[in-house]
């Protein structure tokens, strides 16, 4: 009785709040599949990550690195949110 109750009930959702998650994943999805706007920025991020990886490939390695300051990583996590 328990497997045939599972069975009925599988691919619903449990409660409320999973049915309004549930249909906000499913709007991204689909607004992200559509919009040519998010492949265009997706593409550009791309085409800079090829250039900079390209780009370490030729450069000398140094002996030490050193980490990211406060500053810069800010920076950097301002430009990420952005996309």
């Known amino acids: 009785m328990k497997y045939i109750q599972i069975l009925r009930n599988k691919g619903y959702s449990i409660r409320a709040e ?4 549930r249909s906000r994943l499913e709007a991204l999805e689909k607004e992200f599949t559509r919009s ?9 991020i791309y085409t800079q990550i090829r250039s900079l990886s390209d780009s370490i490939q030729y450069a000398e390695i140094p002996d030490s690195y050193s ?16 996309y």
């Open 18 to 21: 999973e049915e309004v998650l």
């Open 36 to 44: 040519s706007v998010f492949k265009g920025k997706f593409l550009e």
């Open 67 to 82: 980490l990211v300051n406060e500053a810069s990583l800010e920076a950097i996590s301002e430009v990420l949110c952005l």
